[in-house]
């Protein structure tokens, strides 16, 4: 089964809100990651993460979780395998490192942080442009329009369309899993 992380905004409190427009996004990224046989993995929070996990089930998905806390009662109810990490921020290392690729939707410094630390491990991303956050201020601070830096460790993908992202997401979790299957011994 193909992973595919859906990381973005979460609604801390209730002025900290993500758009409706992005809230739409992630429905229909989650939904599209289910109907094609996909695993949506998430933080297991608010906003972003529970609207795509709403759109796995709401399409016979599966949805995982790792949490940054101990408590299991944080996750939102559309989640079906929670890990309460007690890890706070560090655990998105967890979400970034085991997906096979990542969607990005909206998003502010945790999300960032997830972005960061999947490029770092070469993990495909697909980046939702049009939802707000640095979703849409990542492009112009890229080297070479591509890349987080000048490494060039792997292309950082834009998208508009949520099934296009899905289908693109898909097709580059592929390609990495192939990499991943030819490097082990």
């Known amino acids: ?3 595919i992380g859906v990381i973005g905004k979460n609604e801390q409190h209730e002025k900290d809100v993500v758009s409706g427009d992005a809230m739409q996004v992630a429905f229909e990224v989650g939904k ?3 109907e094609l046989g996909g695993v949506v993995v998430t933080g297991g929070r608010r906003g972003v ?3 795509s996990s709403k ?3 709401e399409a016979g998905g599966l949805t995982i979780a790792f949490l940054p806390s101990l408590d299991r ?3 939102n109810p559309y989640v079906d395998i929670v890990f309460p990490t007690g890890l706070g921020r560090a655990r ?3 979400t970034a490192r085991s997906c096979h690729a990542l969607i990005m939707i909206g998003g502010s410094c945790g999300t960032l ?3 960061t630390i999947a490029y770092a491990e070469a993990r495909p991303v697909v980046v939702m442009e049009g939802t707000g956050g640095w979703a849409d201020k ?3 601070v890229l080297h070479k329009g591509r890349y987080i830096d000048e490494r060039e460790n792997i292309e950082v993908h834009f998208e508009t369309d949520p099934r296009l992202a899905v289908e693109k997401a898909f097709a580059l979790a592929r390609e990495f899993e192939n990499v991943e299957t030819n490097d082990t011994p």
Request: a neutral charge; proline letters at 4%; hydrophobic letters at 55%.
């Open 73 to 75: 009662r944080d996750a």
């Open 92 to 94: 998105n290392l967890l």
């Open 113 to 115: 942080n997830e972005l």
């Open 1 to 3: 089964m193909i992973t």
């Open 55 to 57: 759109g796995a089930k």
């Open 49 to 51: 993460m529970e609207a």
């Open 138 to 140: 990542i492009r112009p």
């Open 32 to 34: 599209a990651v289910a």
